[in-house]
């Protein structure tokens, strides 16, 4: 009995030290927002494929431990931006793991105290992308008049297909259209470009965006089929910004058992890194890697492909990353 009531108390510290551990994580994080306080900056809220991670009937070792302990780490592509002056925040991508997401958001916007966003940019149709929407009908959040910006092919899915069209009808978002390589105004320090990219378009366009803060801006391109068959060259514009989050899904052959990755729209890790091969340190440097599939080992930080992007001179991006604008 005595044995017992020690163990429950030595339970009960255990629990306030690592209470006041989570504690010191959030002040660190307000700390970053307090640095950080009269720029724009993005957050990263996540940098997994549509699918996440553990990924839906995996066998394999990549998700066999993670279906028994999540991890927290492994979101959903998803890039938030805070502008802190005009006290605005803006989502890029609306994804299964929106909730976690809009809270983690608005953590860092020390300004806010709802989990909206001023604004939702949508890249296209495909799972990980726009389903997150759902949660703000009436079932979920019933939110008000929130701003999706999206491509005209895009928004008459939304507006022509349930249950997305009844987001529209009831008028929890308000559609505002985009244009190909039109800059939309934000606030007075961003701007937001979009562009069409090549994918697998069976609902809508899909686009990468160009985010422009008041002294840098980001290139932001989670899914591309192969970088040749693009109307725009890559290299060209990595030069034109100060970062670039680019479409890493598979990082070669091996985890989907095929040699010849020709065949697979996306551009693998080993095919990019030839590619940007030559360029300067300096511009290897602005290269992120995101949307990785459940499979790609730059998921963990220990792989011997991770050390291996790192020693080359690219950035694998990863949940939290915070950068100025
Ligand atoms: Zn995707
Ligand atoms: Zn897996
Ligand atoms: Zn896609």
């Given at each position: 009995m005595r044995n017992l009531k020690h163990f429950l108390f030595s339970c009960f510290m255990i629990g306030i030290i690592i209470s006041s551990f989570g504690q010191q994580a959030d002040e660190q994080i307000t700390q970053t927002a307090i640095t950080i306080k009269n720029g724009v900056s993005i957050l990263i809220l996540g940098t997994v494929q549509d699918a996440g991670s553990p990924h839906i009937a995996c066998e394999k070792a990549c998700c066999a431990t993670l279906f028994k302990n999540q991890d927290a780490s492994r979101k959903v592509v998803s890039l938030g931006v805070i502008d802190s002056k005009a006290q605005k925040s803006f989502l890029f991508e609306a994804t299964p793991d929106i909730a976690a997401q809009l809270r983690d958001l608005r953590k860092h916007s020390t300004f806010k105290n709802t989990d909206i966003p001023d604004g939702i940019f949508l890249t296209h149709a495909h799972i990980g992308h726009y389903t997150g929407l759902m949660y703000l009908g009436k079932e979920a959040t019933n939110a008000n008049v929130v701003p999706v910006f999206a491509m005209p092919k895009m928004e008459r899915f939304l507006e022509n297909n349930g249950p997305w069209s009844q987001l529209v009808s009831h008028q929890n978002i308000i559609l505002n259209p985009l244009q190909n390589r039109e800059e939309t105004q934000l606030t007075p320090n961003l701007k937001v470009v979009p562009f069409t990219v090549p994918h697998r378009d069976e609902y809508s366009e899909t686009v990468g965006y160009r985010i422009k803060g008041p002294n840098k801006s980001a290139l932001f391109i989670p899914d591309i089929d192969k970088w040749e068959k693009w109307d725009a060259e890559i290299i060209s514009e990595i030069k034109n910004v100060d970062y670039a989050f680019l479409d890493a899904t598979f990082y070669d052959g091996t985890e989907i058992n095929t040699r010849d990755i020709s065949e697979?729209?996306?551009?693998?890790?080993?095919?990019?890194?030839?590619?940007?091969?030559?360029?300067?340190?300096?511009?290897?440097?602005?290269?992120?890697?995101?949307?990785?599939?459940?499979?790609?080992p730059l998921l963990r930080s220990n792989s011997e492909q991770t050390q291996k992007i790192l020693e080359n001179g690219f950035q694998i991006t990863r949940k939290g990353q915070r950068f100025e604008l």
């Open positions: 697979i729209p996306h551009p693998f890790v080993i095919e990019s890194m030839a590619l940007f091969e030559n360029l300067s340190s300096s511009e290897k440097k602005k290269i992120h890697f995101i949307h990785f599939n459940h499979t790609n």
